[in-house]
């Protein structure tokens, strides 16, 4: 079968992340800092590292089968790829944002003002949408100085924690796009095998991270009250323990409830609660 190509970001805010979802994938490869290529010794796959704004065009034009890449980077090259998996990483929003003593008030007042953004394609639709005519001013990077500089009266630009707008005394304004990282194939190859086997591994390795293996020991007499709380892939696993009044449960919880939920089992009779993380869930 066809040896496939996945790209990645060569370097920055997704490279790591989408190095450790590949290695969890069980795929073996040199993460080389110096070469555009990698083989995966223990799957048809060769991983190419790149600019992240090359990523949709490699895909697109079969160049690469496969990329992880922000989904902000997708609408702004305007590429026909395929969705295939949202990757929990890489979250942020693309947002409108002014200078903290501005006169800006409401979108209206967009109207007529310069903007300044690395990503005109996806600010120009959002105008568009809104019915605004601004004056986009695109340039490629350090975007949230321009509002000091004199050259913008707002900015488009990708916001998480917002401690950058907050250090160049801007204020986010409106929300314009939110974001994470995906992966992508080429529209057309979805039914490969191999790339159903990569998406079912990748789907695995990210429903793994949403949940936690729990152990914990409960009187006989309380295990109704704890089968209740807990949801479980299935039900719960109990095993009985040497002192016949009392067994072990094991299930696994998701992340997002995991405090609350352990204070639930602890107040319905838990005790010796043992958390594990989980590598994989396989359905
Ligand atoms: P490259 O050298 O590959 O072109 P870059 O400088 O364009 O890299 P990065 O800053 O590494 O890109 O960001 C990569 C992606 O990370 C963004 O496209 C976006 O999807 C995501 N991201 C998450 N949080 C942020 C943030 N606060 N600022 C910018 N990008 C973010
Ligand atoms: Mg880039």
Redesign the pocket.
């Known amino acids: 079968m066809k040896t496939l190509k996945i790209a990645i970001q060569k370097s ?1 805010r997704l490279n790591e992340k989408s190095v450790e979802l590949l290695k969890n994938c069980g795929l073996s490869f040199e993460n080389y800092k110096s070469s555009l290529i990698s083989p995966v010794s223990n799957f048809p796959l060769e991983i190419l590292f790149l ?3 090359d990523i949709p065009e490699y895909v697109q034009d079969g160049i690469a089968d496969l990329g992880i890449v922000g989904e902000n ?1 997708i609408y702004e090259t305007g590429v026909e790829v395929s969705f295939l998996q949202k990757l929990g990483f890489g979250k942020c929003s693309l947002k409108i944002a002014i200078p903290n003593n501005s006169s800006i008030q409401s979108l209206g007042d967009l109207d007529g003002k310069a903007i300044a953004t690395s990503y005109p394609v996806i600010l120009e639709k959002f105008l568009k949408q809104n019915k605004l005519k601004a004056d986009i001013r695109t340039i490629s990077g350090s975007v949230e100085i321009s509002p000091g500089l004199g050259m913008s009266d707002a900015i488009c630009d990708l916001v998480s924690t917002g401690g950058t707008l907050k250090s160049n005394g801007l204020k986010p304004f409106t929300d314009v796009l939110s974001s994470e990282a995906v992966l992508i194939g080429r529209k057309g190859e979805e039914d490969n095998p191999l790339i159903q086997e990569l998406i079912q591994r990748v789907q695995s390795v990210l429903r793994a991270k949403e949940t936690k293996y729990v152990v914990l020991n409960v009187e006989r007499k309380n295990l109704e009250a704890i089968e209740k709380l807990l949801p479980g892939i299935k039900s719960p696993t109990v095993v009985s323990l040497a002192d016949e009044a009392w067994v072990a449960v094991h299930t696994v919880i998701p992340e997002r409830d995991f405090w609350e939920r352990i204070s639930e089992l602890k107040s319905a009779g838990a005790q010796g609660i043992v958390v594990l993380p989980i590598e994989k869930i396989i359905l």
Do not use: H, L
């Open positions: 920055g600019r992240d704004d980077v």
